[in-house]
């Protein structure tokens, strides 16, 4: 099985901050790998895919880097709508898993 | 507009089977995605559980294939999810979500459901 792993699982910062999460794949997957966004009581919301492709609608302040097993989610400026957690997934091969979060709170 | 709704069960006794339907209206279920079932426990984070193709293919997270069968109903443009045997460590909310598409660089999961709420208790 590929396991993801995120750094940090919460990060405190200020609205107008850079905010960078880090995930990491046991194994290479190439750039088969999305981000998602989710708030308390919602279910998530795809932010990135391809590594590096804004969804639709997502705000450019969001971005994506990454190839082979490690990756980045760009917060540019942190702003109010934007705590919540988010999570990195796989989509390697015929399977699919997804890191463990990364809460993102209000200093 | 696409539209998927999870339902079942919101009480399961341990040791019997969690059942869940995902109803798809908007989309046809044989058309150009995968469908997915994930969970979190309270306070925790995103498990895969699996994967369907309309085909019937199916894809399951290796921790939980010895109890998981999921199945697609083309006739009724729904999907489901069966656990079994259920102990109260598979107390969860339970997604069921749509992939982009059904080539690789589109098996990201773009469109989910609203969860429903299983608890496992006697």
């Known amino acids: 099985d590929i396991q993801m792993t995120q750094s940090p699982s919460t990060l405190s910062a200020f609205v107008g901050d850079r905010v960078t999460i880090t995930c990491r794949a046991s194994q290479t997957i190439s750039t088969w790998l999305a981000w998602y966004q989710q708030k308390p009581g919602k279910a998530p919301k795809l932010l990135i895919y391809k590594a590096s492709t804004l969804e639709s609608g997502v705000p450019p302040r969001f971005s994506g880097s990454g190839t082979g097993t490690e990756f980045t989610l760009t917060i540019s400026s942190l702003q109010p709508d934007d705590f919540a957690t988010y999570y990195c997934?796989?989509?390697?091969?015929?399977?699919?898993?997804f890191g463990q979060g990364t809460k993102v709170e209000i200093k | 507009q696409v539209h998927l709704q999870e339902s079942g069960p919101g009480l399961v006794k341990p040791s019997e089977t969690l059942s869940l339907t995902c109803d798809v209206s908007?989309?046809?279920?044989?058309?150009?995605?995968?469908w997915g079932w994930i969970r979190q426990p309270p306070g925790k984070g995103l498990e895969w559980i699996g994967t369907?193709?309309?085909?019937?293919?199916?894809y399951y997270n290796p921790s939980l294939k010895s109890r998981v069968s999921i199945s697609v109903d083309t006739s009724k443009n729904q999907f489901s999810l069966h656990l079994n045997p259920v102990t109260a460590a598979d107390t969860a909310m339970y997604y069921c979500a749509r992939t982009h598409g059904d080539f690789r660089p589109d098996w990201y999961f773009d469109l989910w459901g609203r969860g429903t709420q299983v608890t496992v208790s006697s």
């Open positions: 908007g989309h046809s279920i044989t058309s150009g995605s995968y």
């Open positions: 369907v193709y309309h085909s019937g293919n199916t």
């Open positions: 997934q796989h989509y390697y091969t015929y399977s699919w898993a």
